[in-house]
């Protein structure tokens, strides 16, 4: 009787912590793209990631568990439109890596892009970036590293890059804060923040800029609900100058 009270008790306890913890993500997504000087066009998008180790839910946002977990990872995408005849399809992957027992991280990405026009042929891009980072303190990442691109026929640039990503409270409510840039020919600057009205609920607002000449300034508003700790939807909706773009996504954990 006591080795039976003892097994159920031990079972009970993995069916709780498999309760709390997930090793992967699964995602969809669809974009609709309206600019002013072309017809709105439908993109499609799908993602998953891979966690080397379960990630625990703990007491944290649902959408901020891996990252205060450091929870190492690889990541694969595949995104395809077509607006009018003109057809772009990427592929992308990445991989985070936390060093155990210390507070370094690595990180890197690949992505390749082909553009199909009808009449006019195909062109080829692949661009890249890497990073080294050290969190100083829980909750916060500082980051650098480097991006560059090979586009056929056209420069190929690397460029230093320079993130940081700070999780903290603000009174009563957790709080997401990102700030992004790269400097070359062209300087790009990305900010973003997340206010958690609960564990499971967030709302946020980005902007994007670079300094080329025009107006290249992107703002942007998003809502992210996770309805159990499995299923989560995310709406975005940026405006630029040139044109608005308005996506959703839906993703499983398991």
């Known amino acids: ?56 839910i703990k007491n944290a946002p649902l959408n901020e568990a891996a990252f205060l977990n450091r929870a190492s990872n690889v990541s694969g995408n595949i995104a395809y439109s077509d607006n009018d005849g003109v057809e772009i399809t990427t592929f992308g992957a990445g991989i985070e890596y936390y060093v155990p027992n210390t507070n370094f991280y690595t990180g ?53 890059t320079l993130r940081a990503k700070y999780v903290t409270q603000v009174g009563s409510y957790d709080a997401n804060f990102e700030a992004a840039t790269s400097f070359g020919d062209v300087d790009y600057y990305n900010l973003a923040a997340d206010l958690y009205l609960d564990k499971t609920l967030s709302v946020g607002v980005g902007y994007q800029d670079n300094d080329a000449e025009g107006k290249n300034d992107v703002f942007s508003i998003n809502a992210k609900k996770f309805f159990n700790q499995q299923f989560s939807l995310q709406g975005t909706i940026a405006f630029g100058d040139d044109v608005n773009t308005y996506g959703i996504r839906g993703a499983y954990r398991f």
């Not at 159920?8 to 997930?22: D, G």
């Open 108 to 160: 890197a990405k690949i992505a390749h892009t082909k553009v199909d026009i009808d009449h006019f042929g195909s062109a080829d891009a692949t661009s890249y970036a890497a990073e080294l980072g050290y969190l100083p303190t829980a909750g916060l990442l500082i980051a650098v590293g480097l991006v560059g691109q090979d586009i056929d026929g056209g420069d190929n640039d690397v460029d230093p």
């Open 1 to 56: 009787m006591k080795k039976l009270s003892l097994a159920t008790a031990i079972l009970a306890s993995v069916v709780a912590m498999s309760a709390n913890a997930y090793q992967a993500e699964v995602g969809g997504t669809v974009a609709v793209a309206d600019p002013d000087y072309a017809d709105t066009s439908v993109g499609f998008g799908i993602d998953g990631t891979y966690y080397f180790n379960p990630v625990q």
